[in-house]
């Protein structure tokens, strides 16, 4: 029900758009959030949304760096990414909740996508 994609390998100072489609229960799910996960950390949040509003929230080490945006009609949500740095390398997953929320309380997730910054 949460499908992301388009991740790969890119060089650092690049650019990558992630996409998640969301479908059945997740296509009305108020907050879309993208979370990772690098090698032997624990899941981090990233980014989240709010498919009516649009708000957004990001963490700190990505500001500046990453869009979050959604697509309403198509129920898609995307994470631009800029200025990539080999520490943004890991699985990123996206996450849908019913309520407004930030780093907790999703309730589906989707299969990961890999990002992978070579220096």
């Known amino acids: 029900q949460l499908q992301a994609s388009g991740g790969g390998l890119v060089q650092a100072g690049g650019s990558l758009r992630l996409s998640c489609a969301a479908s059945?229960?997740?296509?009305?799910?108020?907050?879309m959030g993208w979370f990772r996960q690098a090698p032997g950390k624990p899941r981090e949040f990233v980014a989240r949304i709010t498919w009516s509003g649009g708000s957004t929230y990001y963490v700190d080490s990505v500001k500046g760096r990453f869009t979050i945006s959604r697509d309403n009609a198509k129920n898609i949500v995307y994470l631009q990414m800029s200025s990539l740095k080999p520490e943004d390398s890991a699985v990123y997953y996206c996450a849908a909740s019913s309520k407004l929320t930030t780093k907790s309380d999703y309730d589906y997730w989707g299969q990961g996508t890999q990002v992978t910054v070579s220096s």
């Open positions: 059945g229960r997740t296509g009305s799910a108020y907050t």
